[in-house]
């Protein structure tokens, strides 16, 4: 079974400050993707990544950065933590097998700026 | 850009059927899925669609789809209080391997 974690399952950060989110697939998947969920909005794509070192900005990476310096590992980086930050983030990895071509979520990281 | 969307809400009495509907605006859509998220959990996908297909059917679920009017629809039968949840519907566009997500549907199934 593929697994992908996150590390934080609630965090509460003050604002200004700098905040990580971890995430780790298992799976030797190459794709990995950072989502951002609010009601009524749905998933929306932060960044993504293709493969270890390489990024690409979503639908609203403004905020947002990403490092991944493994091929397991996934992290999204609030360089100064803003209000508007706080959401429910979720974290995935992607395959195609065969024909089929499926993403896999995490439990997802609830954050909460104050 | 692509464009996804579904009602926001859902009731249901149990045991009956549920039909959660969506539409999307991308011709080029080569798969459609239906992921369902359970209260304080991530997506788990539930089912998926070639675009190629008009329907596909697994034990309760049916998913119907409709290329023309690009209208996806996902059939739950004797729903059960299991299935009270927040049901995604998302587009897969050609080779790209992002998708896109609609708002979701919050399915609220009531004895």
């Known amino acids: 079974d593929v697994k992908v974690t996150q590390s934080s399952r609630y965090l509460v950060k003050r604002t200004g400050e700098k905040v990580f989110l971890e995430c780790v697939q298992d799976?030797?998947?190459?794709?990995m993707f950072w989502y951002r969920q609010d009601p009524g909005l749905g998933l929306r794509l932060i960044y993504f990544s293709y493969d270890v070192k390489m990024k690409e900005k979503g639908d609203i990476p403004e905020g947002y950065s990403v490092s991944r310096e493994k091929k397991e590992r996934f992290s999204l980086i609030l360089e100064s933590a803003s209000t508007n930050q706080t959401s429910m983030y979720l974290c995935?990895?992607?395959?195609?097998?065969?024909?089929?071509?499926?993403?896999?979520f995490g439990p997802g990281t609830r954050l909460t700026v104050l | 850009g692509e464009d996804v969307e579904q009602s926001l809400f859902l009731s249901v009495r149990e045991g009956d059927s549920s039909v959660i509907n969506c539409t999307y605006t991308d011709s080029s859509s080569t798969y459609l899925y239906w992921y369902k998220q359970e209260p304080g959990a991530g997506l788990q996908l539930l089912t998926y669609?070639?675009?190629?297909?008009d329907m596909k059917q697994d034990q309760r679920l049916t998913v119907l789809l409709n290329k023309k009017d690009k209208h996806l629809s996902l059939r739950i039968a004797d729903t059960q209080t299991g299935d009270s949840a927040i049901y995604f519907c998302?587009?897969?566009?050609?080779?790209?391997?992002?998708?896109?997500f609609g708002a979701g549907t919050t399915v609220t199934v009531r004895a």
């Open positions: 799976m030797d998947h190459e794709n």
């Open positions: 995935a990895s992607s395959r195609l097998a065969g024909d089929v071509y499926e993403q896999f």
């Open positions: 669609i070639f675009s190629n297909m």
């Open positions: 998302a587009e897969k566009a050609g080779a790209d391997y992002k998708l896109s």
